[in-house]
């Protein structure tokens, strides 16, 4: 069965410092893996996503994902956090499937910055 | 310009009422979905349609039924409402085909409140 894990539930970082955020997935396939954030209040919005290809991706506002087949394991990253990061993220795991696809979200991970 | 909108933002009502979420989106997409997000952040998928055809639909209860007129809209309706149907509620909406088939842009949130 297909499941997605992010272990952490709750992240708490500086300002300015280096973010990791852990995700593990299990899938019958090579998966499609996505990470959306939500803001408080705010719908999902797309960070980046790995198809193929380099298992380091990049994404918006500087974050990148590194996949890992071996471990299944997609992990999100950024250098520097802002602020304004603050935020609920999730990793998403999905088939290639044209006309619809059924995405399974992880259970997110709420980050909070401190000064 | 709004990608995906749902209204209302807002719904408070008591059980036994019927009330109606509706979404439209405005990019051209063929898929469009109904997630539902627990008090636990949990995301899961509820129904999903291509060009107005019913694709996905997950175990949910009968008092839940989706209708698309067109592609570009995607409405539930919920009947008899119980207090765990207590939720946010999410549109998103996907391209048909292609890797853009994987990647869902979701609306803010109907946030349900059944007393």
């Known amino acids: 069965a297909q499941s997605v894990t992010q272990p952490d539930i709750h992240i708490t970082v500086s300002e300015g410092a280096s973010l990791e955020l852990r995700c593990n997935y299990s899938?019958?396939?090579?998966?499609?893996l996505f990470w959306y954030v939500q803001s408080p209040g705010q719908g999902l919005q797309l960070l980046l996503k790995?198809?193929?290809?380099?298992?380091l991706v990049q994404g918006i506002k500087g974050f990148e994902a590194e996949f890992k087949m071996s471990q299944a394991s997609f992990k999100l990253r950024k250098p520097s956090v802002h602020w304004s990061d603050a935020a609920e993220y999730f990793c998403?795991?999905?088939?290639?499937?044209?006309?619809?696809?059924?995405?399974?979200f992880g259970t997110g991970t709420r980050l909070t910055v401190i000064p | 310009d709004t990608a995906v909108s749902q209204t209302p933002k807002y719904l408070v009502t008591q059980m036994g009422n019927d009330k109606s979420i509706k979404c439209e989106q405005n990019?051209?997409?063929?898929?469009m979905y109904w997630y539902k997000q627990d008090s636990k952040k949990f995301l899961k998928i509820m129904f999903s349609?291509?060009?107005?055809?019913?694709?996905i639909n997950e175990t949910v209860p009968n008092r839940f039924s989706p209708k698309s007129p067109d592609k570009a809209h995607l409405n539930l309706h919920i009947n008899s409402l119980e207090l765990g149907d207590s939720a946010v509620y999410f549109c998103?909406?996907?391209?048909?085909?292609?890797?853009?088939?994987?990647?869902?842009?979701f609306g803010a949130g109907s946030r349900l409140t059944v007393l």
């Open positions: 990019l051209g997409h063929d898929t």
């Open positions: 349609y291509n060009n107005k055809e019913l694709i």
């Open positions: 790995y198809f193929s290809g380099d298992t």
């Open positions: 998403a795991v999905g088939p290639y499937q044209t006309g619809a696809n059924n995405l399974f």
């Open positions: 899938y019958g396939a090579t998966p499609y």
């Open positions: 998103a909406s996907s391209q048909g085909t292609g890797s853009g088939a994987n990647v869902l842009t």
